[in-house]
């Protein structure tokens, strides 16, 4: 990101909320950050180049996946890396929300997010978004 600086750390974490908003995070991050780059041909060809090698490499080897899943080492393959995804999320999350929380309103937003995702685990996360953007519109009307 600093490399080339083609995004400041701002402009990244915006692209990661608009993305957190939307089916798709990782394509529409990619996108939104193609789009600041190059603009509309920048995000086709980020999107392009996310999309593509993953449709390939699954639409190919799909027929062979019915005789690989019954094996017991990819099994044991598949639960690692899910286990991996798992851990390197956290750790995205952890460190956004580091640099994206820096005031109490926005940390009394946060903690209720979490609250609520633990103690009302059917909760859809659209009326989560709704009721944190209602709670800061009017934290900021009365401040």
């Known amino acids: 990101m ?13 692209a990661v909320a608009v993305a957190m908003i939307t089916p798709g995070p990782v394509v529409i991050t990619v996108g939104f950050i193609g789009y600041l780059v190059a603009g509309f041909p920048g995000a086709c060809v980020a999107a392009l180049a996310t999309f593509l090698p993953c449709y390939l490499l699954t639409i190919i080897p799909a027929p062979y996946f019915k005789k690989i899943a019954k094996n017991t080492s990819i099994k044991a393959f598949v639960d690692g890396i899910t286990a991996a995804v798992l ?6 999350v952890i460190i ?4 994206s929380i820096t005031e109490v309103p926005t940390s009394l937003i946060a903690i209720a997010s979490i609250l609520a995702l633990i103690y ?8 989560i978004i709704l009721l944190a953007g209602v709670a800061g519109l009017v934290i900021n009307t009365f401040m």
């Open 120 to 127: 009302f685990r059917k909760i859809q996360e659209p009326i």
């Open 96 to 99: 956004i929300g580091m640099r």
């Open 2 to 14: 600093t490399e080339y600086q083609w995004l400041n750390e701002k402009q990244f974490v915006d």
């Open 87 to 92: 851990g390197a999320l956290i750790g995205a």
